[in-house]
């Protein structure tokens, strides 16, 4: 067996990292190979990971974009609500409708006694009776002399119902168009 020289100084710390025998070589190519494939994973693990968050980034944005218009549209329809339920507004749509104030009220005990006088409501000239406004084939159906044109709706004024005669007064109603902002 042949020794190998011994080395002093510089010579023997790069004798150290050289290799020592040639059967070392071949037990560190799958530890490289193992090295350089984790590191290639991890990448391409980084890669997807980024790509996956940009993505929920765009959706984030999309969605909050579709939250400020429903925030937009809900304040606007609010503002409609409050329009509409505002005392002014109540007040005229029921004098549209031929609503009248009503009288002072009575109430009844749970015993059966009437506390305070009722006294009815103003009755309202015929001058104001209101027109209902129906649709054509409903005009037509009630006067069939009558042949309303499709694009104006028939009007035809309801007289007021009077308790006295002792039949419950039915007065149809019609669907009201309303519209909405941003729709």
Same mark, same amino acid.
Request: no cysteine; net charge positive.
């Given at each position: 067996?042949?020794? /190998?020289?011994?080395?002093?100084?510089?010579?023997?710390? @790069?004798?150290? @990292?050289?290799?020592?025998?040639? +059967?070392?070589?071949? $037990?560190?190519?799958?530890?490289?190979?193992?090295?350089?494939?984790?590191?290639?994973?991890?990448?391409?693990?980084?890669?997807?990971l980024n790509s996956a968050l940009s993505e929920g980034?765009?959706? #984030?944005?999309?969605? !909050?974009? &579709? =939250?400020?218009?429903? =925030?937009?549209?809900?304040? $606007?329809?609010?503002? &409609?609500?409050? *329009?509409?339920?505002?005392?002014?507004? #109540?007040?005229? /749509?029921?004098?549209?409708?031929?609503?009248?104030?009503?009288?002072?009220?009575?109430?009844?005990?749970? &015993?059966?006694?009437?506390? +305070?006088?009722?006294?009815?409501?103003?009755? !309202?000239? $015929? *001058?104001?009776?209101?027109?209902?406004?129906?649709?054509?084939?409903?005009?037509a159906r009630a006067t069939p002399s009558a042949t309303?044109?499709?694009?104006?709706?028939?009007?035809?004024?309801?007289?007021?119902?009077?308790?006295?005669? +002792? $039949?419950?007064?039915?007065?149809?109603?019609?669907?009201?168009?309303?519209?909405?902002?941003?729709?």
């Open positions: 067996m042949s020794r /190998r020289p011994e080395l002093k100084g510089r010579a023997a710390r @790069l004798a150290r @990292l050289l290799p020592a025998a040639p +059967g070392n070589q071949a $037990a560190r190519t799958p530890f490289v190979l193992l090295v350089v494939l984790l590191l290639g994973g991890g990448l391409i693990g980084l890669l997807v980034s765009f959706q #984030l944005d999309d969605l !909050q974009k &579709d =939250t400020k218009s429903l =925030t937009d549209e809900q304040q $606007a329809l609010q503002h &409609d609500i409050d *329009a509409y339920s505002a005392p002014q507004a #109540l007040q005229r /749509r029921a004098r549209e409708l031929g609503m009248v104030p009503g009288g002072d009220p009575a109430f009844l005990d749970s &015993d059966g006694t009437v506390k +305070g006088v009722p006294s009815a409501a103003a009755l !309202q000239s $015929a *001058a104001r009776v209101p027109l209902v406004l129906r649709p054509p084939e409903a005009a309303p044109s499709a694009s104006t709706p028939a009007a035809v004024a309801i007289p007021p119902a009077h308790p006295a005669s +002792g $039949a419950p007064a039915a007065t149809p109603t019609a669907p009201v168009p309303t519209t909405t902002p941003g729709r």
